[in-house]
């Protein structure tokens, strides 16, 4: 399986931008289905977005559209998530993961294979 390792996490004031990276090894992701998600404390983890194996197809939270991108260098085996205009709900620990698969479709959080030990994000109001 893929190893992830999330990082770009801190603590930025209301309306400010952070870019999350997701590094990986003993795999190439070029054959994975990346995914972004969060839990805030007290809540159970949510998606935030999603991308394929391609980086042609990605998907994303309502809660986050507009504002947030994901996006693949497959050369760098790196995933990011880049977060503008963030908000105090925003604050949460952001997870990568990942499931081997050639499927474009959306892929729900249980058929995720890999996942990393993720990365606080805090937002100041």
């Known amino acids: 399986q893929v190893q992830l390792v999330e990082s770009g996490g801190g603590l930025v004031q209301a309306g400010g931008s952070l870019t999350l990276s997701c590094a990986a090894s003993?795999?190439?992701?070029?054959?994975?289905?990346m995914g972004w998600f969060r839990q805030a404390r007290g809540k159970d983890r949510e998606f935030v977005a999603s991308?394929?194996?391609?980086?042609?197809?990605?998907y994303s939270a309502e809660s986050v559209s507009g504002r947030f991108t994901i996006s693949k260098d497959n050369a760098k085996n790196t995933v990011y998530l880049q977060m503008n205009s963030l908000q105090p709900e925003d604050t949460a620990v952001y997870y990568c993961?990942?499931?081997?698969?050639?499927?474009?479709?959306?892929?729900?959080?249980?058929?995720?294979?890999?996942w990393g030990q993720g990365t606080q994000v805090t937002v100041s109001s």
């Open positions: 003993g795999d190439t992701l070029e054959t994975h289905f």
């Open positions: 991308i394929d194996w391609s980086g042609r197809k990605t």
């Open positions: 993961a990942a499931k081997e698969t050639f499927r474009s479709d959306y892929v729900p959080q249980g058929d995720f294979e890999s």
